[in-house]
Structures are given as C-alpha cells and as structure tokens.
C-alpha cells in the first residue's frame, strides 16, 4: 500500500507532463491553422489600440480608405470589416448571431463563395438594403430542413429578407466564423443598426479594412503602398507619424506560433514541477524504509555485503517506484489527452519524444531523489545497524 501510494505521486505527474505538452501541442497548432486558412496574403488596416498621443486628431478607417486602396496595382480586394451581434428571430426560433457589415469585396479576400442565392450588389449597398447572406450552420439552425431564400428575418426589430447562403468552408475570419455568422450590407449596418456603435461620434468609421495582397512575393512592398495612399486620404504631414495600422498575416502566424509555443513551454513546466514534488515524495518515503529496515541493513553488511551493495538496493528500489509509476501515468496521460482531444475539440496528440521526455524523467527522478537514501543506508556501520532498536 505504502509503496502504490508513493507512486502516485509520479503517476499523476508524469500523467500530467503527458497531458500538458499533448494539449500545449494541440493548442498551438489550432491557433496557428486558424491565423494559416485566412490565408498569408491578408492584410489588415486599423487604427492602432495603443494610438501614440502626439498625434493630436487622428482620422478613422472609413470606406475613403477602402476606395482609395481598391485602385492599387497590388492589391487584389479591399472589404469594409464592422463586426457585430445580433439576436435573429424566424417565427418560433430566437437566434443570437455573429454578423459582418461588409460588402461584396469579403468574399473574394477571404475566399468565401454563395451556394444559393446571390450576394449583395450595388443597389443592396446603396438603399441600405435590409438583405442577409447566412453561414451555411447558422441557416440549418434557423431554418432547419426549410429552404431559406427570400425568407424574412428579423434583427433588432428591422425585417431582413435571406438573399443567400454561403458554401461551408470550417475556416474563420480572424475571429468570425462565416459558417455560424451572417452577412449585412455595411451601409445597412452602421445607419439603421448602429453597427460597430458612434467611434469617436464618426457614423463612418470602420473596425477595419481587410485587404488580399495580389502576390504574396510582392507583400512588403503592397503594404508600403497602402500607407502611402492611406497617409494621403488621412492628410498627415509627410513628417508626422501614421495614425492607422497595417497587419499581415505571416507575421501573424508567427505570432501566434511563438504564442503556442510559450504556451507549450509553461503547461510543460507545470508538469515538471509536479514530477520533482512526486519525487519528493518517493525520497522522503524511502528516507523512512532506510529508517525501518537499519537492522536489516546491519545483518547485511554483517555477512559481507559492501556499502556499494546497499547503496544498490535502495537505489533500485527508488528506480523501480518511479519508473512504474512513470508507466501507469504514461498510460493514464494518454488516456487523459484521447478524453481532452474527445470533449474539448482538440486534435490532442501523444508524441512519443513526449512519452520518452516522461519516461527520462521518471527514471531520472528515481535516481536523483533515490540517491541521498541509499547514501544514507550505505554509511550505517554494521555495529550501530546490529543494535538499532
């Protein structure tokens, strides 16, 4: 009994070493598919969120900036982003929703297709035309097995008639989800439904602008163009400083690759922690055996066996707690990440340089935290051990 209890303290440490990396791992690679489906040749233009003081009036993104960056040689297509939610409501089903207020030029950055219907037009963005696009989920949780074009939905108490449904494409929008969301004409959006709310009292402004560079070769240098267009509409004295921002996905993704990996690195050290306080445990509770078993060790030593034989034994001893503990807790870690990758969407994956990392440190924590004991056992002189006790 002592001995299982003494090495559950490595099982749930290595079990949670297991754990921690396989979900570390899975962590990262989600963060880095979800910046990676955008596509690399996304950029994205915002007024930055720490905007520098010195700039006394700065300007917002406005559809000026998105016209103006449409003319550019580089840039394939340039779309209005206002990101929103609303409650939809068809009949008897009330429907929280995450909404875009864009136009056409979103489905070509993001490289989103309509299956049914028809996107906006020129007349839709123009009249303010009460029109939604749905997600391919969001229209079968709404409307069910019901077809849902020119159907009448409402939002906010305005009525709005489902021109189309996009294609299913399980990839985001930098934090929109087209499958589970909605489309509206931005014009609709920001006058008849406060869409983005009244930044800076300016009725025009934008969240964002997101841009699809023509080539991604050609990257840097689009992006170099677009501040340049952006600093003319936006009037800035050519030695003042930029009150808008440009993001590109590729430093984006390695963004978010450097963030999953420090991720990786912190859930692994919580693990290791957790092993050195295991063996801990395991030295403490063969401190204890020494104690108990002096005697034992005095008849030993009585009928020849050396210091290094002691010193073995105890060491082996230590070993072989850790080590199967090291082996249930691998088990039980690989148990633990199929349980988290089942219930937690995550593609949570044991690698074996994770389980060989384990099993190194159970036989290590054995070692080092077995030592000082068998040290111990070792130095008892045969006379002192006889008569302990």
Avoid at 215 to 242: C, M, S, Y
Avoid at 266 to 283: A, D, Q, T
Wanted: glycine fraction near 8%; include cysteine; charge should be neutral.
């Amino acid at each position: 009994m002592r001995a299982a209890l003494t090495s559950l303290g490595i099982i749930i440490a290595v079990a949670a070493v297991i754990t921690v990396l396989a979900v570390g791992s899975a962590t990262k690679k989600s963060i880095s598919d979800q910046f990676s489906n955008l596509g690399t040749n996304i950029i994205f233009l915002r007024q930055p969120w720490d905007l520098d003081e010195s700039i006394s009036s700065p300007k917002d993104v406005t559809m000026d900036d998105v016209i103006a960056i449409r003319e550019l040689e580089g840039v394939a297509a340039a779309a209005p982003y206002i990101q929103t939610s609303f409650s939809v409501k068809y009949k008897n089903t009330s429907v929280s929703l995450s909404a875009l207020a864009t136009d056409t030029d979103i489905l070509k950055t993001y490289d989103w297709a309509v299956e049914t219907g028809r996107s906006f037009n020129e007349k839709d963005i123009d009249s303010y035309g009460q029109v939604m696009i749905l997600g391919a989920n969001a229209a079968k949780t709404i409307f069910g097995d019901v077809d849902p074009l020119n159907k009448t939905v409402v939002l906010d108490n305005i009525p709005f008639t489902v021109i189309g449904v996009t294609k299913k494409t399980g990839s985001s929008g930098f934090g929109f989800n087209i499958d589970e969301g909605a489309l509206i004409p931005y014009t609709t959006g920001k006058v008849k439904l406060n869409a983005g709310g009244w930044k800076n009292s300016n009725r025009r402004a934008l969240d964002r602008v997101v841009i699809r560079a023509a080539d991604f070769n050609q990257i840097e240098n689009t992006k170099v163009d677009i501040a340049n267009v952006v600093r003319n509409v936006h009037r800035i004295h050519p030695l003042g400083k930029d009150d808008f921002q440009l993001d590109d996905m590729a430093s984006m993704v390695e963004s978010a690759k450097s963030t999953g990996t420090m991720i990786s690195l912190f859930l692994g050290v919580i693990g290791i922690v957790s092993l050195i306080v295991g063996g801990i445990g395991v030295m403490n509770i063969m401190l204890v055996s020494v104690t108990e078993r002096t005697r034992e060790i005095g008849i030993r030593m009585a009928i020849g066996a050396t210091s290094w034989n002691i010193r073995l034994q105890f060491l082996v001893e230590s070993m072989t707690l850790c080590c199967l503990g090291g082996f249930v807790g691998i088990v039980l870690g690989v148990v633990l990440s199929v349980l988290v990758s089942k219930y937690m969407s995550l593609s949570a994956h044991v690698s074996v340089w994770a389980v060989l990392l384990a099993a190194g440190f159970s036989a290590a924590t054995g070692i080092f935290f077995g030592y000082y004991p068998a040290y111990k056992a070792s130095k008892l002189t045969p006379i002192d051990a006889l008569r302990y006790e």
